[in-house]
């Protein structure tokens, strides 16, 4: 039986991740990947105002993308796989993708950005969360939405561990068919 390689490097990750890229989106394209996406869709669509900025953290093929492609507005999208930059460049050529690191954004100017995406478990691969949420922080601006999606209920108290976030419930509801 093959060993478990736990990622503890970005170099792991980024590896990982390149040698995914030309089969990631087959991946998830069955129905509770799908539905789930419906969901982060009506989420998306209430907090990205048309024209406003956003950035994606560990944008890989560009699905946040994808799910605001109804949405008009100025999209960075970010990863550390250029594999997967590749394939979001060849899908939205419109757009502007940065191959780096979600924790270290110096090219990302203080306070510039509108909202700040992260989806489908981003967090687990980055190394130093709170390098990343103060670098997310740092770029948001005042006022401006901050969406991380994480995989458990747990994960969002380590990830936010010793710090004071007011973290703001989302009102949506999902609606059934019929009457």
């Given at each position: 039986m093959g060993e478990i390689k736990l990622m503890n490097n970005l170099e792991d990750t980024e590896r990982y991740y390149d040698n995914l890229a030309n089969n990631y989106d087959y991946f998830y394209n069955?129905?509770?990947?799908?539905?789930?996406?419906?969901?982060?869709?009506?989420i998306i669509s209430k907090l990205v105002i048309p024209f406003s900025s956003v950035l994606d953290c560990g944008c890989g093929t560009g699905l946040a993308r994808?799910?605001?492609?109804?949405?008009?507005?100025?999209?960075?999208?970010?990863?550390?796989?250029?594999n997967m930059l590749e394939i979001a460049k060849n899908k939205y050529p419109e757009c502007h993708f940065i191959h780096g690191d979600c924790s270290k954004m110096p090219y990302i100017k203080d306070n510039s950005v509108d909202n700040i995406i992260s989806l489908n478990g981003v967090f687990s691969h980055i190394i130093n969360y709170n390098d990343a949420i103060q670098e997310m922080w740092r770029t948001l601006k005042p006022g401006g939405n901050l969406f991380i999606m994480v995989y458990s209920r747990f994960a969002i108290k380590r990830l936010l561990s010793g710090k004071s976030f007011n973290i703001y419930p989302i009102d949506f509801k999902l609606q059934r068919g019929g009457k």
């Open positions: 069955d129905n509770i990947s799908l539905a789930e996406d419906e969901i982060i869709k009506d994808y799910l605001m492609k109804d949405i008009p507005c100025q999209y960075t999208g970010i990863d550390i796989s250029k």
